[in-house]
């Protein structure tokens, strides 16, 4: 059979047709080993992409620091947090200057964040380009398009906005979406398995989970309509919420009209329930069942509206999560313990105070020991050099850390340990960063009064993720070689033939991409 000579000329000549649509998907708290352990129960969005997609079997947030901001920020910038200057979350987005539009609750812009990201790229190669990115949470829906002022919107209470950083006021679809009140009025519902209970392996009676209260099905939401709309965020229909209002905000905008545009959704569920129930419960497994057949309700809404052909899609997560130290114990884990830090750090800021009066000197955020005020103190005549090395000892004293370091210490160290080369990636040499500490296996930070399963350290267990590309110039297949999160955005630049802005720290994953003649 002979091909046609003008479909063989328009193939070479004509400049491949771009994406109208870019999707990135992050689910907050996915492991990757969700994907394995439900797979023969998964028949929605995620096996769809996982059958069509190329996925990468062994990706990681290779960083120290395993928290929502930090990973945001890698995912669609290439960069570490060394270099995007989100470290943690208490600084990442928290900005009081930056008020909420319409409803109570913490302000927050993108004003840590340094550099640009891949929207800043695909704008100054198509000036027209537009971004709409929604999540739950601030963090979610702000770092995955940086310092771009563009249609940004999170939950507070029961509606979707932003913040002053963005707009002066809501738009209209925005409004009538949250008119319909739809977290007000789950008042009473009911949280209940999606399959038979025989489907489910885990035990649900586990008394450890979401701090000792209500942890067997069915769970049920508050009767009072506010109460309700607060706890509406952490069941899985929140999920649903998120992807119905993305959907709402891709028609009023009309995004892929006149040419390419981003969409970025990080859901939060897994996040919310895999904190107060763990990765081995009965609630986790139901809720990756769920967030797939929403995932794979979604897809078909969009696929609707775009051909295959004009969708590129991703899928990963900001970090994963290690479980309750009660479980990991019974399963033989024998560093697995809390470990809380506040009483040490109270000591050394107690003797500071009585010494030279003021106010909390040290910090300890996540592993990170921090003396924003090492000037003052030193002028006060304080040898900051011996108070710092004082507490090192402190820490390594505690049960469940492994090893304390000074970030100078471990440059220029062996990045084949991950441990030391998820520190490097972590730390700015001026981010004023003393110490950082790192926990035994399966040991977890801890607040006083707070006994939910936890992610933040530089273990696999926290930092692999999974990672997924689906869509035009994609070779599918699964990829077994070690990459990372910022290896996203100089591939999805790759295939819409864009050139970064700046230098990143992630490469090109080619060995996914389609030969171009
Ligand atoms: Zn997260």
Redesign the pocket.
């Known amino acids: 059979m002979s091909i046609p000579l003008l479909v063989l000329a328009g193939l070479a000549i004509g400049p491949a047709p771009k994406p109208r649509l870019v999707v990135v998907i992050t689910v907050?708290?996915l492991r990757p080993d969700y994907l394995d352990r439900y797979r023969t129960q998964l028949v929605g969005g995620l096996t769809w992409l996982l059958r069509g997609g190329a996925y990468f079997a062994d990706a990681y947030q290779d960083h120290a620091v395993t928290?929502?901001?930090p990973?945001?920020a890698t995912v669609l910038s290439g960069r570490w947090p060394a270099h995007t200057g989100i470290i943690s979350n208490a600084r990442g987005v928290v900005d009081s200057a930056a008020r909420l539009i319409g409803v109570a609750g913490p302000g927050a812009s993108p004003a840590r964040f340094r550099g640009t990201e891949f929207f800043d790229w695909l704008k100054a190669a198509e000036p027209n380009a537009r971004a709409l990115s929604v999540s739950r949470?601030d963090?979610?829906a702000i770092l995955p398009i940086g310092r771009a002022k563009e249609s940004v919107y999170w939950y507070q209470s029961g509606v979707f906005t932003t913040s002053r950083y963005y707009a002066d006021s809501l738009p209209t679809w925005v409004q009538a979406f949250n008119a319909r009140r739809v977290p007000f009025r789950a008042a009473g519902l009911t949280w209940d398995l999606l399959l038979p209970p025989s489907a489910y392996s885990e035990a649900d009676s586990e008394p450890y989970e979401n701090a000792g209260h209500d942890y067997t099905f069915p769970h049920r939401l508050p009767a009072d309509s506010p109460l309700a709309a607060l706890a509406f965020g952490g069941i899985p229909t929140m999920d649903s919420l998120t992807l119905a209002f993305a959907l709402e905000g891709v028609r009023a905008l009309q995004l892929g009209r006149g040419g390419t545009d981003l969409l970025a959704v990080s859901l939060?569920a897994t996040?919310l329930v895999g904190h107060a129930f763990g990765p081995d419960s009965r609630e986790i497994h139901d809720q990756v069942l769920r967030l797939d057949r929403y995932l794979g309700w979604f897809l078909q809404q969009l696929l609707v509206r775009y051909t295959r052909e004009s969708v590129l899609i991703v899928l990963t997560?900001?970090?994963g999560v290690t479980p309750f130290p009660e479980r990991s114990l019974a399963l033989g884990h024998s560093d697995a313990v809390r470990v809380i830090p506040d009483s040490v750090i109270r000591a050394v800021n107690a003797a500071l105070d009585s010494r030279i009066g003021g106010h909390d000197w040290v910090y300890l955020e996540t592993g990170m020991v921090l003396v924003p005020d090492r000037g003052k103190l030193a002028a006060q005549g304080v040898n900051v050099d011996s108070v710092v090395a004082d507490l090192a000892t402190r820490l390594r004293a505690q049960p469940g850390v492994a090893r304390v370091d000074r970030p100078a210490d471990l440059a220029g160290k062996d990045t084949t340990d991950p441990l030391v080369r998820r520190w490097q990636h972590q730390i700015a040499p001026n981010a004023g960063v003393e110490l950082v500490a790192t926990l035994k296996p399966y040991a977890i930070w801890s607040l006083e009064n707070l006994p939910i399963a936890m992610?933040g350290q530089p273990s696999d267990l926290d930092a692999h993720v999974p990672l997924l590309f689906w869509g035009r110039g994609v070779r599918p297949g699964v990829y077994r070689g070690r990459v990372s999160t910022v290896d996203i955005a100089p591939t999805l630049a790759r295939l819409l033939g864009l050139t970064p802005s700046e230098p990143l720290d992630g490469s090109v994953l080619g060995e996914a991409l389609q030969p171009v003649d």
């Open positions: 907050d708290q928290e929502t901001a990973g945001h949470k963090r979610g939060s996040d997560s900001d970090h992610h």
